[in-house]
């Protein structure tokens, strides 16, 4: 196919406070109440109304895989009805290309009655299979859930993971020229979780468009092209590490960004030769660079390099610096200078950004407080979960 595989253009989203529309007895009446006389235009705000969304554009292309990240209510479950036609826009359009598949609360078929391969019949037609499908993919779906010793135990006797496991296989087994998700990819063990990035991986490379939504940064990185930053309206829309470096700083991750006699005018983060990185390997030598302008004298300064975990905010270091230990002298009114922090990223698998603080310890106030400052992605597929990485090497005896 030609073109883009999902297009969206100038979508807004109107609620109204305290309105639910989770069953057709919550939608019929909201309908009804639009379709009177004198009904509110598109345009129209009254005080009791809000956007979800508003001014969201974007194309996803066969192939591509873009990312939508943003803090709690900031409209990424909006966007995802949205994106499923479970909600109609209030302006704007949604134009998909191909058969649409989503990956969203995909257990939530079940009948708890009915056996895990009863399930399997019951949910493929649900999501537009023909029994013939299903049988000819019925033992790979088995098989790609890992539960097959309970596939014919009804699955109100299965936890909550083989529940979301077998969910999972169906949904993955699906022929989609478009793919929509949600949290999903973090359902079962880590042995499971590597197959459903896999899968991911497996279907953009056959020319699938996966639209992504989710607070998960490592699974962010993992597997999208590009990422929509989204805070009822879209904050950026482009390369997938800056993206989570706009996100933290939306969704506050430790203090805000601010300057008080102080202002950040360049940073950079490269490797030991000077070129700039996004992603690297475990234990590479890295150096973080701040251009700094004092925009009022300050006699004595203290320079903080923080690094955070972006997926849970997690502090992995903290160093601080004093004006005499970088042999600088009081720093005046319209100076400027650069501060370097060579560091190595020993470091596991993940997604982090880095902090920049000027403390004031005369006047016990931060001059400057930047996060993020600077977004690192580190590749590596040993490890799972943790921060370090402590190179460990493995042996058996016997």
């Not at 969206?8 to 009446?29: A, C, M, N, Y």
């Not at 554009?57 to 591509?64: D, P």
């Not at 022929?175 to 991986?201: H, N, T, W, Y």
Request: with cysteine; proline share 3%; glycine share 10%.
């Amino acid at each position: 196919m030609s073109g883009a595989a999902v297009q969206v253009t100038d979508l807004w989203k109107r609620f109204h406070r305290g309105e639910r529309q989770d069953s057709l007895r919550d939608l019929i009446p909201s309908l009804l109440r639009r379709s009177r006389p004198g009904a509110r235009s598109a345009a129209t705000l009254r005080d009791d109304d809000f956007w979800a969304v508003r001014e969201v554009q974007f194309g996803v292309e066969f192939g591509e895989a873009l990312g939508i990240i943003g803090p709690n209510g900031a409209g990424k479950s909006t966007m995802l009805k949205l994106l499923t036609g479970i909600l109609r826009p209030t302006r704007g359009e949604i134009r998909m290309r191909g058969r649409l598949a989503s990956l969203i609360e995909v257990s939530a078929g079940f009948h708890q009655d009915l056996t895990g391969r009863e399930n399997v019949y019951l949910q493929g037609a649900v999501m537009g299979m023909s029994r013939r499908e299903v049988d000819r993919r019925l033992d790979s779906i088995i098989d790609f859930s890992g539960i097959e010793t309970f596939i014919d135990t009804p699955v109100k006797r299965y936890s909550s993971g083989m529940n979301a496991r077998l969910g999972f296989a169906i949904a993955v087994h699906l022929d989609p020229d478009v793919l929509v998700i949600d949290e999903v990819l973090s359902v079962g063990d880590m042995a499971f979780q590597e197959k459903c990035v896999q899968r991911m991986k497996a279907f953009k490379r056959d020319g699938v468009a996966i639209v992504f939504v989710s607070h998960n940064m490592q699974a962010i990185g993992d597997l999208c092209d590009r990422a929509l930053v989204l805070k009822s309206s879209p904050r950026y829309l482009g390369e997938v590490g800056e993206a989570i470096a706009r996100y933290l700083g939306l969704a506050g991750s430790g203090d805000e960004t601010m300057g008080d006699g102080a202002a950040v005018l360049d940073v950079r983060l490269t490797d030991r030769q000077g070129r700039t990185v996004e992603a690297v390997a475990p234990h590479t030598p890295l150096r973080l660079e701040v251009v700094v302008r004092a925009d009022v004298d300050i006699p004595d300064a203290i320079f903080s390099f923080i690094v955070h975990r972006a997926t849970d905010s997690l502090c992995v270091y903290d160093g601080n610096f004093t004006t005499e230990e970088l042999r600088l002298g009081p720093l005046r009114a319209g100076q400027t200078l650069t501060v370097r922090f060579d560091h190595v990223a020993h470091l596991a698998r993940g997604q982090y950004a880095y902090k920049f603080v000027l403390h004031d310890p005369q006047l016990a106030k931060h001059r400057l407080s930047v996060l993020p400052v600077a977004g690192l992605r580190v590749d590596e597929m040993r490890t799972w979960s943790g921060v370090a990485d402590l190179s460990v090497e493995a042996s058996a005896l016997g």
